[in-house]
C-alpha cells in the first residue's frame, strides 16, 4: 500500500451486487477512507419499475451510510468533463455522470461495466471478475 487514502465511486451494478450480499465486494470495501455513490445511481436504483417497497427501504438506509454526490451547475470544470467523456467515449450520459463524479472525487470507480473501461484517466475496481 502506497499510503494513498483509498476512496470508491460506486456504480449502479455495484451498489445492488452489495444490496445483495456480494461478500466479496463489501470486503473489499472496508479498507475505504470515503465511499460514494453519485445522484445518478440513485436515480437509476429507485426508478428501477421492479423495484419492492423492500429493496427502496433498504437502498434509503444504504444511502445514509454513503456520500451521495450531486450535479452543481457551478462546478464548471465538472460539467466540462462530464460533456468531454459522454463526447470522446460515446457513452451514455448516466455513465459519463457517473465517471467524471469518479474523477472529480479521486474515486477508484467500482463497476462491473465493461463500457467504462475505456476510459484510461478513469481508476476502476472491476468486482465481476
Do not use: C
Not at 473489499?28 to 445518478?40: F, H, K, R
Request: proline residues 4%.
Amino acid at each position: 500500500m502506497n499510503g494513498k487514502p483509498i476512496r470508491y465511486l460506486l456504480d449502479t451494478n455495484a451498489v445492488v451486487a452489495l444490496l445483495q450480499g456480494h461478500t466479496g465486494l463489501a470486503q473489499q470495501l472496508l479498507d475505504a477512507e470515503w465511499v460514494g455513490i453519485s445522484i445518478i445511481t440513485q436515480l437509476e436504483f429507485l426508478a428501477f419499475p421492479a423495484l419492492s417497497t423492500s429493496d427502496a427501504e433498504h437502498f434509503q438506509h444504504f444511502a445514509q451510510r454513503v456520500n451521495v454526490i450531486g450535479l452543481t451547475p457551478y462546478a464548471a470544470t465538472y460539467l466540462q468533463t462530464i460533456v468531454r467523456i459522454r463526447q470522446q467515449y460515446r457513452l451514455k450520459l448516466p455513465d459519463a455522470i457517473i465517471a467524471a463524479t469518479a474523477l472529480e472525487y479521486a474515486a477508484t470507480l467500482v463497476t462491473a461495466d465493461q463500457q467504462l473501461h475505456v476510459i484510461p484517466e478513469l481508476g476502476i475496481l472491476d468486482f465481476s471478475q
